[in-house]
């Protein structure tokens, strides 16, 4: 890579908005982070376009900086910067500029950095969300009604690919249906009778457990629900699932699964039953902040795995590796592929996205398929989510260090989309 200019500059913001009438919340006073990207070979082999004649192309990220999910945040916001590495900052004629704000853990703070974006910053487009509440209430009630074209990078709420969704709405990560959904199918094929449910008691951990019951046929033996985001002291949780004992499936992440795996250690809770889960609790963010508490031999379901020996993914993460001196994990690929996606629609659009008029772009955004560090990448055109292939993948400790292993490759998982 050449000629790469990275320029970070600090908005501040002391003004109420009251354009927009949704949640009446006034800004005061934001951080927000412009990232302009620029120059750089074209690694990629696309098509893209490297003269940016064009004005510049404002994507408004909206990402956890701080909170239970900083650390998904920040792999989100340096996929998409590899990715933009790697076609020069540009495309479509445009240099692609990337403004930042904070979703923090609650709909508040992700409300004002999304207004402070669009309404200031006037940004073509938002990538961004984490948390499924944050991302529904903010698509649905404020992105969508004004035809801002978003991609949602990670929030898995199942509604935006159902109920809730939306033309100008598409989502590059997965529903919380999908990682879950072949697990009970894998479980039963184990000979696994007894489980215990333990989740975050939010959107994503309750639509995990209840895509779990969908193919599960053993019993349920409890189901325990912790508070989110407020719990940190997991010890109530760590007692019932101990009494309980029948192995666990879970959803938990970030920090939350950090605090968890580590007062489950204290206990042994996992020497003397099986953890299972959709695999975000055992990404590379968790494996590499907590590496000797983690439950080895964990057996989860994931779009991505650490093992998955592609040369797509390998390349991938040997690069990510070399930019940022830590390895990669799931939200890092869903914001490279992100950006991956953002560029491939402006090259098909020669750069064109007119306010208001945004149709063109997001039939383009629909039809961008690659061969993704998960495999294929294509949207599902009835879901707007991508159609994809969920690995059952096995937490190994290997020279290299712990990694998530495929022992299954479940093709096509597509959300029902209703
Ligand atoms: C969610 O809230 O949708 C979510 C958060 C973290 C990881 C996966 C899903």
Not at 61 to 86: C, E, I, N, R, W
């Amino acid at each position: 890579m050449s000629d790469q200019l990275e320029r970070y500059l600090d908005f501040r913001f002391g003004e109420e908005v009251h354009r927009r009438d949704f949640l009446r919340l006034g800004l005061t006073t934001a951080g927000m982070l412009a990232l302009a990207a620029c120059g750089g070979d074209n690694g990629a082999g696309t098509t893209s376009d490297n003269s940016a004649a064009g004005p510049d192309f404002k994507v408004g990220m909206v990402v956890p900086q701080s909170k239970t999910y900083a650390a998904l945040g920040q792999s989100l916001h340096d996929g998409f910067l590899l990715y933009l590495d790697k076609v020069g900052g540009k495309a479509g004629g445009r240099k692609i500029v990337v403004m930042q704000g904070d979703e923090e853990d609650n709909l508040p703070a992700a409300q004002k950095a999304t207004q402070a974006l669009v309404e200031q910053q006037n940004v073509d487009m938002i990538c961004g969300y984490v948390a499924s509440p944050i991302a529904d209430a903010l698509c649905t009630q404020y992105l969508a009604p004004q035809k801002i074209p978003t991609l949602v990078m990670n929030a898995g709420v199942n509604a935006l690919s159902r109920a809730h969704k939306s033309p100008y709405v598409y989502r590059t990560s997965f529903t919380n249906w999908q990682p879950t959904h072949p697990m009970g199918d894998y479980l039963n094929n184990q000979g696994v009778k007894k489980i215990t449910l333990a989740y975050a008691k939010y959107g994503a951990g309750i639509e995990t457990a209840a895509s779990f019951k969908e193919t599960f046929k053993g019993q349920i033996v409890a189901e325990v629900a912790t508070d989110w985001p407020s719990t940190v002291d997991f010890s109530s949780a760590i007692s019932k699932i101990s009494a309980a004992g029948a192995d666990v499936y879970s959803f938990y992440s970030g920090q939350d699964a950090i605090n968890f795996f580590k007062q489950a250690k204290q206990v042994g809770l996992f020497d003397k039953i099986k953890f299972y889960g959709s695999g975000f609790a055992v990404e590379q963010d968790v494996l590499q902040a907590i590496p000797d508490a983690v439950p080895v031999g964990a057996v989860t379901g994931l779009h991505w795995a650490y093992g998955l020996d592609v040369k797509e993914n390998n390349d991938f993460k040997t690069a990510f590796q070399k930019k940022y001196n830590r390895q990669a994990d799931v939200f890092a690929v869903q914001g490279y592929d992100t950006a991956h996606v953002v560029v491939d629609a402006l090259n098909a659009v020669k750069g064109k996205l007119d306010k208001g008029s945004p149709d063109p772009f997001m039939q383009a955004i629909a039809a961008v398929t690659f061969k993704s560090p998960r495999g294929d990448f294509k949207f599902d055109s009835n879901s707007h989510n991508p159609d994809q292939s969920i690995y059952v993948r096995e937490l190994k400790k290997t020279s290299s260090g712990l990694v998530n292993t495929v022992l299954q490759t479940v093709p096509h998982v597509v959300d029902p989309g209703q």
